[in-house]
């Protein structure tokens, strides 16, 4: 069986571009990557990814402000070589620090300030 691959692209912003960088730190990335996207788009920042795991990740980065499409990368025989879905978590196994905006799996505290969270959503 033939999987197609995809990649994500981002083509510019769609906001302003200080919003746009805090909202990509707050997303984990660095500061000299989103330097790179913003002088070189269009520019690929995902590939060789899942149909579901591209939405997913173009998803976050519209959320953050960027303008992005979704393009067919290759094929892949399904086998050892061919990219595997990773299990899809519910959306209620992520949360959003209130002190510093992390979006993370749920924790007890936030993984970057340490702040408390409250109570592990339920089951």
Same mark, same amino acid.
């Given at each position: 069986?033939?999987?197609?691959?995809?990649?994500?692209?981002?083509?510019?912003?769609?906001?302003?571009?200080?919003?746009?960088?805090?909202?990509?730190?707050?997303?984990?990335?660095?500061?000299?990557?989103?330097?790179?996207?913003?002088?070189?788009?269009?520019?690929?920042? *995902? $590939?060789?990814?899942?149909?579901?795991? @591209? !939405?997913?990740?173009?998803?976050?980065? +519209? =959320?953050?402000?960027?303008?992005?499409?979704?393009?067919?990368?290759?094929?892949?025989?399904?086998?050892?070589?061919?990219?595997?879905?990773?299990?899809?978590?519910?959306?209620?196994?992520?949360?959003?620090?209130?002190?510093?905006?992390? *979006? $993370?799996?749920?924790?007890?505290?936030? @993984? !970057?300030?340490?702040?408390?969270?409250? +109570? =592990?959503?339920?089951?």
């Amino acid at each position: 069986m033939v999987i197609k691959t995809y990649r994500v692209v981002f083509q510019g912003l769609l906001t302003r571009e200080t919003t746009f960088r805090e909202s990509m730190e707050r997303l984990g990335v660095e500061s000299e990557t989103v330097d790179r996207m913003l002088s070189t788009a269009p520019v690929p920042m *995902k $590939q060789g990814l899942t149909l579901r795991e @591209a !939405r997913v990740y173009a998803e976050a980065v +519209q =959320e953050a402000g960027g303008r992005v499409c979704i393009r067919e990368h290759g094929e892949v025989v399904e086998g050892e070589n061919a990219p595997t879905a990773p299990p899809v978590r519910p959306l209620k196994s992520f949360t959003r620090c209130p002190e510093c905006g992390l *979006k $993370q799996e749920w924790a007890a505290t936030c @993984a !970057r300030c340490g702040c408390r969270l409250g +109570q =592990e959503p339920a089951s």
